[in-house]
């Protein structure tokens, strides 16, 4: 990569203008021209090092969503993938090195409709799907620090999932429009409104209001960690008593080594773990190692833990609460 994708993917991950013409203002802080930050941005996607330029959501704050997870049949994964893949409510789907195989995230317009979904699963798949939602979050940012300059959090509280906001009919459509990320044009919340009714300086506003509430955690640069060198990545979970979950999983978010720190409701029957991390680096060794000092470190050493490396993206898009019109 040269020097400015560095800067866009390092710099931009969050705190994206918020002003008409945004990349514009990009091109100023960076000393390029507007033409050559829009070419790279382009450039990144079609590489694939760009998912897209948008937004990332705080669970709940728009619809409803749940961790889910299935075991597959080994025979059978490809096509088992294949079809929750083609599932719209379906945002992120990955095969797990682990007997429990297929880890996917679904977000919908509500509760109903989510149920709906892993019931259509269900019966397209022919079994059954664990539902894993979300009951507390510590630490939940997708952002990589790809000039490596992490440093400790600090993590104050558990925060549960958001309450949904209340929509109008335009809102609910710019949601549905920010799903595909923002146009790569010079003015590119215009262009939103003209999708979903408003102008230009209410698509703005309604943004900056979504941040503001902590409904939208940011809008920047969404990168896919795989292309940039984090090749490895694992699921780790705990089964940590109840009453001291709040405590391990604050801990564990405020050390910088974790990506994802949340806890999530039990699967009595198949499932024990509550406490969740997600940890990414450039080979297993060094993801292990980090894994061994977070236990160390955190006091979870001594509880039952599954380690789950990632083995294949199926799919991986902003979550879609809202249909496009």
Request: glycine share 8%; aromatic share 8%.
């Amino acid at each position: 990569m040269n020097a400015l994708e560095d800067r866009l993917l390092n710099d931009f991950q969050r705190g994206f203008p918020l002003v008409s013409e945004p990349y514009d203002q990009i091109a100023m802080q960076l000393g390029h021209d507007v033409g050559g930050v829009l070419a790279a941005l382009a450039r990144l996607r079609f590489d694939g090092k760009v998912s897209r330029v948008g937004a990332t959501y705080r669970p709940g704050a728009f619809g409803a969503s749940t961790l889910a997870a299935m075991q597959v049949p080994a025979s059978r994964l490809d096509s088992v993938a294949r079809q929750v893949s083609a599932i719209p409510e379906v945002n992120h789907n990955y095969q797990r090195d682990h007997v429990v195989n297929l880890w996917f995230v679904i977000a919908a317009s509500d509760g109903n409709a989510l149920i709906q979904t892993i019931a259509r699963i269900e019966t397209s798949c022919a079994l059954p799907v664990m539902r894993l939602p979300l009951l507390a979050e510590y630490h939940i940012d997708l952002g990589f620090d790809l000039a490596r300059r992490r440093s400790p959090r600090a993590v104050t509280c558990a925060r549960p999932p958001a309450r949904p906001l209340c929509l109008t009919a335009p809102e609910r459509a710019l949601l549905a429009a920010l799903g595909e990320g923002l146009p790569l044009a010079a003015r590119p919340y215009a262009l939103l409104g003209e999708l979903c009714g408003m102008n230009e300086s209410e698509v703005i506003d309604t943004l900056e209001n979504w941040l503001s509430l902590g409904a939208l955690r940011r809008i920047g640069v969404i990168v896919r960690h795989r292309e940039l060198g984090f090749t490895e990545n694992a699921m780790v979970v705990w089964d940590v008593p109840d009453e001291t979950v709040d405590m391990h999983g604050m801990a564990a978010a405020g050390t910088g080594l974790v990506n994802l720190c949340y806890r999530r409701a039990r699967d009595p029957e198949a499932w024990p773990f509550n406490l969740y991390c997600m940890i990414h680096g450039g080979n297993r060794n060094l993801v292990k190692a980090t894994i061994d000092s977070l236990g160390q470190s955190c006091g979870l050493a001594h509880y039952s833990q599954q380690i789950l490396f990632g083995l294949r993206r199926f799919k991986q898009q902003g979550a879609r609460y809202a249909e496009a019109r």
